[in-house]
């Protein structure tokens, strides 16, 4: 069974969401402050995790770093604040999606079965991806390029990971953004992943204006492998 942590201050709201995860088969630890998230990690052991921002005893940013810090489990967002500087400063740190307030629970839960279902494609792959000389090590979420670490936000690896676990197949932009945000996803848009792309490809190819990686096809989307 897949176990979820909760962080969520506001008691009515955590109450909400707990019963909706249940209902959907998900074991779950509620968690009201960081004191109390930080030591249920180093008891359990967790699956995905579900942040709030603001917490009465700091804030989920820091909760974030420090659980990255024992764990690679997926982490959600969830915070009033839906400016863009804090939804890229917040998935930079390590966190696998954002969610503003007020939300529907349905689609917290579907941004839940997206992230879960990218992890678990990353898994399939043995821990390893080989894009040329590009080597994803998915289990400790590293990226080398010809032996060298390459220095991914992310956001960056999240969409390496993506184009990387269909590797010879083309993926429309609408199917990368349901990959990485899922279809219920407000923040990111067409010219945000066209952004994203450009970025990554000055980070993982020898010449980014001649891609052998990270493939434009017109019309369609992008396919990965050389």
């Not at 995790?49 to 982490?75: F, H, N, T, W």
């Not at 503003?100 to 898994?123: G, N």
């Amino acid at each position: 069974m897949v176990h979820i942590m909760l962080v969520e201050d506001d008691k009515t709201i955590a109450l909400g969401i707990e019963y909706a995860l249940k209902q959907e088969g998900y074991n779950t630890t509620v968690c009201y402050t960081a004191r109390e998230a930080e030591e249920a990690i180093r008891k359990n052991e967790f699956d995905l995790a579900v942040l709030d921002v603001a917490l009465p005893d700091g804030d989920g940013y820091e909760l974030c770093k420090k659980i990255r810090q024992l764990s690679d489990m997926p982490i959600i967002f969830v915070t009033a604040m839906d400016e863009e500087v804090n939804v890229v400063m917040g998935l930079d740190m390590g966190a696998d999606d954002y969610i503003t307030k007020p939300f529907r629970v349905r689609e917290l839960l579907s941004r839940i079965r997206s992230v879960l279902r990218r992890y678990k494609k990353a898994a399939e792959h043995g821990g390893e991806i080989i894009l040329g000389d590009v080597r994803i090590n998915t289990a400790e979420a590293k990226v080398y390029k010809k032996g060298e670490p390459v220095e991914l936000t992310s956001m960056e690896y999240r969409l390496l990971l993506t184009l990387a676990a269909a590797k010879g197949r083309v993926l429309t932009r609408s199917q990368i953004l349901d990959e990485l945000w899922d279809s219920a996803g407000e923040f990111v848009n067409d010219n945000t992943l066209t952004v994203y792309i450009k970025r990554l490809r000055e980070k993982v190819e020898d010449n980014p204006q001649n891609p052998r990686i990270i493939h434009t096809v017109r019309g369609l989307g992008y396919r990965a492998g050389e």
